[in-house]
């Protein structure tokens, strides 16, 4: 097969956010405990946190993480985390049915995204709680000093507020499972109050409402629409939700699931439109894309893990998934989507980073290990940056079910203004090769820098703490710069990054 792409300097989408490439990291499972934080593991540092996890998460540059969920916010007494940990309380989480020690809490947790090199991204209880608890947490992270709850910040050991910048105005409150489940009205109208309280505080935060959890709910998108109603001048961003599964069996269709990912996309992209007309508002609302992934492995084993105890354990194993070559083609599949569509979608958040539907897993006491989903992040968040590219893709398709039609060939491509350099995205779906041409115009005379290549002969491949590297990027053979023309061959199932970079351009390290 062949396929011909255009790529040219002057088609511009958007500038990328680079929060495109943010993570997440929920008190559930083994994320935060024996995740990041295993207090006695020979890596672990004087509070607890394991050197090798924050090494493989800072590799990522990751800049923010959403935290501290997910459902479990739902029902969180933030106060709980805070203070000396011998005096914290053991909680019930009625979200997982497991106990909580909270000997992590919001001191810890900033204090690790530091060392990863991130920003906290917050998501309060509006499940359970509401504005003022809301607002008592504001206070107590950003306010300097001199107030009840700062002063008690500065108690408990931490003298510069945590300047935290970008709030979620709770979880998932469509979902009948969350914990203080609301209709889109008593929603729309508990989130703009409270995004009035926390502005009050400080008109610069960021603040993003709850959307869809997925696009199969049967309150989307009048949801978005009716939350929007309440909440367009508040808010910044609406976030949205949706895991991916192959529990069909079906690859052709389950690598074309990026499409539907696009449509949804495009669907809330409208609902935010016609508010904004509706509302004759020149302000802006863009997407918060919060929660993303391959979620579907680990089904059966969480059932047996929360039905076959009685008791409530402690950050029992949840959501282990583990992955296998053809989920890391979906999230590089994902990922170009979210390239394409970074003129709305301006966050994402990986869900989750550590243990739980993650790419970086840890034994307790032993390694911590990459899965195969880790490298397509790795990849997109490094190289990723810059202005995303309006590209011509001419490129067989095949039918991908109730999809539609899906082209086999799926790139996306990113040029770093300041260097000159493009960096392309690239998945061939499909099951034979792919003999590729791209059209390099407006970029002057641009060489190959790098090539990387993710593929596997089998698509079922998983890596584990025994076999960590059994899938892991190789360098790419056989792509070649003529003139104006970049030629290449994708094999069958495969993944690639092809760094191109201008005569004078100085080399960032790989
Ligand atoms: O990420 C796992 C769970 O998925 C989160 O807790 C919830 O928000 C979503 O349903």
Redesign the pocket.
């Known amino acids: 097969m062949q396929a011909k792409v255009t790529v040219h300097a002057g088609y511009l989408i958007s500038e990328i956010d680079p929060r495109l490439y943010g993570s997440?990291i929920?008190h559930?499972g083994r994320a935060i405990y024996t995740g990041v934080y295993e207090p006695g593991h020979p890596t672990a540092d004087a509070s607890g946190m394991r050197g090798d996890v924050v090494a493989l998460a800072r590799a990522l540059n990751v800049p923010i993480v959403r935290y501290p969920?997910?459902?479990?916010v739902s029902a969180y007494n933030w106060e709980d985390g805070v203070g000396p940990k011998e005096r914290r309380p053991s909680r019930l989480d009625l979200?997982?049915h497991t106990r909580e020690t909270n000997e992590v809490g919001i001191h810890e947790f900033a204090d690790w995204c530091g060392a990863i090199g991130a920003e906290v991204m917050y998501a309060v209880n509006l499940g359970s709680r509401g504005l003022n608890e809301a607002r008592n947490f504001l206070e107590y992270a950003n306010h300097p000093r001199g107030s009840y709850w700062s002063d008690l910040r500065i108690k408990n050991g931490r003298v510069e507020p945590f300047n935290i910048k970008l709030w979620c105005l709770g979880?998932?409150m469509d979902?009948p499972?969350q914990i203080g489940h609301k209709s889109a009205d008593d929603y729309g109208r508990l989130a703009c109050e409270t995004a009035k309280a926390l502005r009050a505080f400080d008109k610069s935060l960021e603040l993003v409402v709850c959307g869809s959890?997925n696009a199969k709910m049967p309150t989307y998108p009048q949801w978005e629409a009716t939350v929007l109603d309440h909440t367009y001048d508040v808010v910044d961003y609406i976030s949205l939700?949706m895991?991916f599964n192959n529990r069909a069996e079906d690859v052709a269709r389950y690598l074309a699931a990026n499409i539907e990912l696009d449509r949804y996309i495009q669907s809330i992209a409208g609902v935010i439109e016609f508010i904004k007309a509706k509302k004759h508002s020149h302000k802006n609302v863009y997407i918060s894309f919060d929660?993303w992934?391959v979620?579907y492995h680990s089904e059966e084993q969480d059932k047996k893990t929360l039905n076959g105890n009685n008791g409530w354990p402690s950050s029992p194993p949840l959501?282990e998934e583990s992955y296998n070559f053809e989920d890391a083609l979906q999230v590089g599949l994902i990922l170009n989507t979210f390239i394409r569509r970074s003129n709305v979608v301006k966050i994402a958040c990986l869900?989750?980073l550590v243990n739980?539907?993650a790419p970086i897993m840890t034994v307790p006491g032993g390694p911590a290990w990459r899965q195969t989903i880790y490298y397509p992040f790795f990849f997109a968040s490094r190289f990723g940056r810059g202005q995303a590219l309006d590209l011509r893709v001419d490129s067989p398709s095949y039918a991908a079910g109730e999809i539609g039609e899906a082209s086999c060939l799926d790139v996306a491509a990113v040029h770093d203004a300041a260097s000159g350099g493009v960096t392309l995205f690239v998945v061939n779906r499909s099951s034979e090769p792919i003999a590729t041409t791209f059209s390099l115009e407006g970029f002057g005379a641009l060489s190959l820098a790098d090539h990387q290549t993710l593929v596997h002969p089998d698509l079922k491949a998983v890596n584990s703490a025994e076999a960590p590297d059994n899938v892991a990027p190789k360098a790419g053979a056989g792509a070649q710069i003529r003139g104006d023309a970049l030629s290449a061959t994708f094999a069958a199932y495969s993944y690639h990054v092809i760094r191109l970079e201008t005569a004078n351009a100085v080399r960032r390290p790989k």
């Open positions: 997440f929920e559930l969920g997910g459902n479990f979200a997982w979880n998932e979902g499972w959890s939700h895991y929660e992934n979620w959501l869900a989750q739980v539907i």
